[in-house]
């Protein structure tokens, strides 16, 4: 479209030291996005096309590539930021919906960062880990409000309570739900094998369950999303658990939809969709208006699968969060997933990435405190996601009341990911948020599976020591433990919100 | 010989019932008479096979749904939902539906003989073989064939006029078949009117037939009668209003 604002600033600039550069080509056959090409036996640059995904930084044998953000100042103005003239220049030339990829780019502060974690001294000893078990093995389900046994003639106890189905995590740590479709077939298996590896599980996201994750499906918790694409009773039964997913942190209220470009023959036999066709997930549910609606569909999918599996639901942390908690609670789930507002996503309009929702931290605190306060708390799971960046979100999400978390953007990074944001385009230089054969292809997944594993592992071992640090010897001592935890420059409201002391106190 | 298994359902719990349905159909019945339905949730919820399943009375709500393959024949009502997300099979509702009748279905047929409320044939989709097929006898309600994205939805008005308004209303695939000339204000963005061609009767005239054989009408009439095809405007209604960042 036609527009009198002609090229606007760069918002990357690469250079080649040209003393440096051997002219082996690497760059030119790595960059799908057409940054390199060659002008006779010379490289030519193309600043405009890069997305700073590094993947030509990191082939360069010589370190010869350098890339520079904004290379081109604006006048600098702290009302009329970049990002606010950059949004103005694109609408008023298109007159059209920002989207874009990944989580909030919104520099608010972040509550996990103001949090600090306790330790023992001298009044209460530590635990060595080493020498002490520390258990972080978590049960995510129902649990029963009392338990009821009978005695046998000889004398034996028996429990007479029948217990509900209850997933084992061995660490409290699983992987969170990103659509194959939205990700390469090469990262789900990656992340389905380190879940099995790590004795936890992953998140099928609304994509369908792709045969080559069968081999993996005990540790897959399949997703019931609104669009229902690849759901049939096959797919209920091959779950360890179903998520019913009602919202998504990067965009509260409104559903999503994976363009026709990117519904390949592969990902329209699992969606179970027209090659080509674009899958509208509506913004609700349309057999759920309204609350009362919500218990029918939960039961629903247990009656299909006859009770055994837990079935989770997943909400988005809006400002009614603690009421809408209970509401979920009451209709008959095993476990919540509340996703804060810098959860990511392949691509949300902008205004709803960086301005609808309210803190995972905030969330978590007033869901585990509203739960208490309904008597609901045994009823439900909580798991916490939205941002979960490093062990330490883990332990504090923790404490705040959450029995574990998903990743998922930090699961990316693991595999190579570099948060460039440009997943919409579907040309993922690491194989990873792409459908295109060579450029999957990349992805080794035995290779990325190991180093998601590792990450889970590192943090678990962190997670050991710090809950070791506090004399804390189970997972069980630390969830809802807000004693351990310090507000540190937060102000009076948000503490008690938290229900968080300041330091000192 | 068919093996029957007559059940009744009088003051059951909808999971008891559901559970001793699934166990006639373990056992081999090849027709399961469910008497005094009043309301019970989830029939013929997650079934697979081909059995029949007769239900005597008013279903309740999400019947058959992820249903693969067994036939559901209801005489009486059925509430929310019926067909919600089914596979395959076939359900057969002698009365009226409520909101919602087959929502997200993927396969198979239903026919309901009265009416269906509001939002029916929501997002039905279809892949290769798999084509769903929703003929509702009398009328429908509002926001009929909302989001659709494939499948047959053939309303023939046999109880009088249509009801149905916003038809159509983000429609990205499949074709929705209405007996009678449809008021162009009752279409919704994203849908377009087209006249029902020789093929594409010929394609109905068999959905039809099968419908007016299960409920006793006289085919012929309604298969040469006038209709009106309601297909996308796009099949991608959305493109249009998005740009990067």
């Known amino acids: 479209m036609s527009s009198n604002f002609g090229s606007m600033p760069l918002r990357y600039r690469i250079t080649i030291d040209r003393e440096q550069c051997m002219e082996c080509g690497r760059c030119v056959e790595n960059c799908p996005y057409g940054v390199f090409r060659w002008d006779g036996n010379r490289i030519l640059i193309n600043s405009r096309n890069c997305t700073a995904c590094h993947r030509c930084l990191t082939y360069c044998p010589r370190d010869a590539i350098m890339l520079q953000e904004h290379p081109c100042d604006y006048r600098s103005h702290p009302v009329w930021t970049r990002a606010v003239r950059e949004s103005i220049y694109n609408q008023s030339r298109t007159g059209k919906i920002i989207l874009a990829g990944m989580g909030s780019v919104a520099n608010l502060p972040i509550i996990f960062d103001h949090l600090m974690l306790d330790a023992c001294q001298v009044t209460t000893p530590p635990t060595d880990p080493l020498r002490e078990p520390v258990e972080l093995r978590t049960y995510l389900g129902k649990k029963p409000s009392k338990l009821d046994f009978t005695q046998k003639p000889n004398g034996d106890v028996e429990l007479s309570t029948e217990l509900t189905p209850n997933l084992m995590l061995e660490t409290p740590i699983m992987l969170g739900h990103m659509s194959y479709g939205a990700l390469s077939l090469n990262a789900h298996v990656a992340m389905a094998r380190a879940a099995k590896e790590t004795g936890t599980y992953m998140g099928t996201g609304e994509g369908g369950l792709h045969p080559g994750l069968y081999p993996y499906q005990d540790r897959m918790i399949v997703q019931v999303a609104s669009g229902r694409f690849g759901v049939n009773v096959d797919y209920l039964e091959r779950g360890a658990a179903i998520e019913l997913k009602l919202g998504q942190g990067a965009k509260p209220g409104i559903g999503g939809h994976l363009p026709g470009e990117k519904v390949s023959a592969d990902v329209s036999r699992t969606r179970m969709i027209p090659q080509g066709s674009d899958a509208i997930s509506p913004a609700p549910h349309h057999d759920i208006y309204g609350i009362e609606d919500l218990p029918q569909l939960v039961n629903s999918v247990k009656e299909a699968t006859e009770r055994k599996k837990p079935i989770f639901a997943k909400i988005a942390a809006v400002n009614n969060n603690a009421e809408n908690v209970a509401a979920v609670a009451r209709s008959g789930v095993d476990a919540i997933a509340i996703d804060g507002f810098r959860g990511g996503t392949g691509a949300a309009p902008r205004v709803f990435r960086d301005h609808v929702g309210i803190p995972i931290e905030v969330a978590i605190a007033t869901a585990d405190q509203e739960l208490r306060k309904q008597g609901l708390r045994n009823e439900v799971s909580l798991i916490a996601c939205g941002s979960i960046r490093e062990s330490t979100d883990v332990i504090k999400a923790i404490a705040l009341g959450a029995d574990a978390v998903y990743i998922g953007t930090a699961a990316l990074v693991a595999m190579g990911c570099r948060v460039c944001g440009n997943c919409y385009q579907g040309l993922c230089p690491w194989g990873i948020a792409t459908q295109r054969p060579d450029l999957v292809a990349r992805l080794d997944p035995d290779v990325a599976s190991k180093q998601i594993a590792n990450l889970i592992h590192a943090w678990t071992l962190e997670i050991t020591e710090l809950m070791g640090a506090a004399g804390i010897n189970s997972i069980e001592s630390l969830r809802g433990n807000r004693d351990r935890l310090r507000g540190y420059m937060l102000d009076e409201g948000l503490l008690e919100i938290l229900d968080v002391k300041s330091v000192g106190a | ?245």
């Open chain 2, 1 to 245: 010989m068919a093996k029957q298994v007559t059940i009744d359902a009088k003051g059951v719990h909808y999971t008891p019932l559901n559970q001793q349905i699934r166990k006639a159909i373990e056992d081999g019945a090849d027709e399961i008479v469910v008497n005094n339905v009043l309301g019970q949730r989830f029939i013929g919820n997650g079934l697979r096979g081909n059995a029949t399943i007769r239900v005597n009375g008013v279903a309740g709500g999400d019947l058959a749904m992820f249903m693969s393959g067994p036939t559901v024949i209801v005489d009486g009502n059925a509430e929310h939902a019926p067909g919600n997300t089914m596979d395959s099979g076939k359900v057969v509702i002698h009365g009226s539906a409520g909101d919602a009748v087959a929502h997200s279905m993927r396969g198979g047929k239903i026919f309901v003989r009265g009416d269906i409320g509001y939002r029916g044939g929501i997002h039905m989709k279809q892949y290769e073989t798999q084509r769903p097929i929703l003929v509702v006898g009398g009328s429908a309600q509002t926001f009929l064939g909302e989001y659709m994205a494939g499948g047959l939805l053939l309303v023939l008005g046999l109880d009088g006029a249509m009801k149905a308004r916003e038809i159509g209303s983000g429609i990205h695939g499949g074709e929705i078949v209405i007996r009678g000339d449809v008021d162009e204000a009752c279409l919704a963005a994203g849908a377009k009117k087209l006249p029902l061609t020789d093929e594409d009767r010929a394609r109905i005239a068999p959905v039809i037939r099968e419908f007016a054989a299960d409920f006793g009408l006289d085919a012929e009439p309604l298969v040469k009668a006038n209709y009106t095809r309601i297909v996308p405007a796009s099949a991608r209604p959305f493109a249009g209003k998005y740009t990067w960042e």
